[in-house]
């Protein structure tokens, strides 16, 4: 595996991420993983206990991920949210966008052209995971 | 007989593989026989042709003829715009795609 | 019409970096095809038969005549001197290189124009009725709406790597002229009890090989909260698609495996949610955009009369011209339609034609139809015979609207890698079959509707008459349907039995036709009658 990518200033969480079914029978793990056709609102009533969801991409056209982040994140979960898998630097920053912090590609990600692909787009339309003010506000003040 | 299209990668122009190279024409299409996979690897790694295939072809004194009306037309040009195709002054050249 | 301020401006520049630095990343070999081919789709770009294929985006079918006249300028320099508008309202260029498209791209910028999410697993450009803000029969102008949504949905951050493609269409009137229920989200502005403006809110429409007609998923969702309806049916969609097989994966297919019922409850769960999340536009900004669609300064005291001396243009002005809101006005079609013509074609100096109709005579404003036609929404009854002058000089004033000529195809295998027969061809015969301009107008409204392969981008399936093309061990066949509808009356054409060759169907259609001169009403159309009379007979007369 390529170098990880991570946006997030606490230490990397070591413990591997079990399967949903195995993390909602098991009271003490704290890192989850998430595949693409799980239904990630199961994990809610557990947020608590999460430390870290790493949601698998298969392959980088399933935009389910996107969903399941989101879904996350609405629920108030603050901790690490890792994709891993089938990434393509053009998708980071709608992942971004969508609540993921850290990135874990199968293969490697130029911090370069993540970098640029990243700031390409000055403002948003949408409000959305990330905090990014939309253009109607800015229009409105 | 066997032989390869695809398009130029920067320009979408349709393309025949020659032996050596790609062309154009059809008629400039060779045979490749079983090798038509290797060479179709090899040109795409080098990006001198996108989306590759392999098609079969008649023989015919005018040189290969596509089996596939697909083909014929993609060798031609739009059946309807004969103006546009590759041999715009040759009235009969509709007659071979159909 | 819509203006960009600095962050629409913005927005496309960005897109036009991107994806230069895309097609410079594919040239370099830094990306195969497998991972640009959805990159370059979400920008409109396909490797077609003979070239690249650049989509147009011309959102809810609306152009000015500085966006005309680039398309013109564009088709010069980059394509062949032409264009083909769509059934998606949009405009494409068949002889495109992968190299100059991102200047292309910079090019349309500059009119703000693009080719944002016009293919690929996306949401699409939103289509709209094309007499929008013209329409003697519509509550209000729905491209406020449409323009609201087109920057509600533009590269949204979780919808933009979808199942499959997303159609959104928005009207305003009772009538349909934008083949509603055939999209995956149609949307109806309605007035509740309250005198409130809403949507009627259908969906799971499409065609494609699985054709499903859009139902009624809400009677009434206030206008302020549709964004949040509309991200609330992409996400059960989004989530709970198949993933396994490209041709069950649009979401009609989703809501027929659950049920409308089922769909409808999770829809309105997610519904409630997306409600508290704020991300609904703010009314300031839909007045902000509604007031760019204000309603031309349209002038009063102008006569009614129209001097109809001229016998070719009487004819013409009782099959293209149609009523407008406003006095001494009216609606211009153009007919794109000329017979043993590529319909749909226009040629840069025909753009530039209309561009100048448009400036002089429409309030700089021309539409896009989903039949593949032209229209000038606002002229002035006095004008129409200048007008309709001009459009003649250009080649551009058959008198064919909704008449058995005026024919939708897809490009077809002539063009589309798709394809599994020709479109074209087939139309222009049966044109060749009906020219005669008295045997049209006896018929009356009569849509023949030709798709070159099952995806339906002709819209076979709401064809009067639909002809699909398929492939038969190498040939083209032709299967001919029959009873559909793209308008309010939506109906699902039915096939009608073998297929046929390309004359054959040609012969079959005016069996069809002939069959319906007999059996017909005073009065009566086509589909009507083949509604009234059933599908036994029609069979019958085109099988013997």
Known sequence: MADALRFRNDDPIEEPAVSLDAFLEQDGASAVRVEAGDDPSRLIPHL??????????????????????????????????RAEGDILVDLVFFMRRCGFDSFAPQAGLNRADVDAALSRYANVYQNAADGSVPIWKLRHG | MRILTGNDLKT?????????????????????????????????????????????ADETPKGPRPAHIKDRIRALGPTVRPDLSLKPADPAAGEWVI | MYQYDKYDQAMVDARVEDFRDQVRRRIAGDMNDDQFKPLRLKNGLYLQLHAYMLRVAI????????????????????DRGYGHFTTRQNLQYHWIKLEEAPDILAELATVEMHAIQTSGESIRNISADQYAGAAADEICDPRPWAELLRQATSFHPEFSYLPRKFKICVISSPADRAALRWHDCALRIVRNEAGEEGFEVYAGG????????AYKIRDFCPAAQIFSYIQAILRVWNLHARRDNIHKQ?????VHDLGEEEFRRQVEEAFEHFLTLGTDFPQAEYDRIAAYFAPPPFETGLPEEIDRTDPDFALWVDQQVIAHKAPGYAIANISLKPIGGIGGDVTAEQMEVVADLAKRYSFDDVRVTHAQN????????????????????????????????????????????????????????????FADMDRQRDLGELKIKISGCINACGHHHAGHIGILGVDRKGTENYQLLLGGSGAEDTTQAKITGPGFDEDGVVDA??????????LRDPGERFLDTYRRVGFDAFKEAIYG
């Open chain 3, 59 to 78: 959102p809810y079918g609306t152009l000015d005549s500085r966006q005309l006249r680039k398309l013109a300028e564009i088709a010069r320099k980059y």
């Open chain 3, 509 to 518: 259609v005016e069996r069809a036709v002939e069959c319906y001169r007999t």
């Open chain 3, 250 to 254: 649009r979401m009609k297919i989703l």
């Open chain 2, 12 to 56: 979408g122009a349709v393309i025949w593989w020659t032996g050596r190279g790609w062309s154009i024409h059809v008629e400039d299409a060779a045979d490749v026989g079983e090798h038509g996979e290797a060479i179709l690897a090899a040109e795409d790694g080098a990006r001198r042709v996108n989306g590759g295939y392999i098609i079969n």
């Open chain 1, 48 to 81: 608590a206990r999460v430390k870290l969801v790493e949601i698998g991409i298969p392959r980088f056209r399933d935009g389910r991920c996107f969903t399941s982040a989101r879904i996350l994140r609405e629920a108030g979960y603050e901790g690490e949210l």
């Open chain 3, 206 to 213: 499409g065609m494609g090989r699985t054709p499903f007609i």
């Open chain 3, 374 to 433: 032209l229209v000038l929404p606002h002229v002035r009854k006095i004008d129409l015979y200048a007008v309709w002058e001009a459009l003649r000089e250009a080649k551009l004033a058959d008198a064919n609207l909704d008449l058995v000529t005026d024919v939708i195809a897809c490009p077809g295998l002539d063009y589309c890698t798709l394809a599994n027969a020709r479109s074209i061809p087939v139309a222009q015969k049966i044109q060749q079959r």
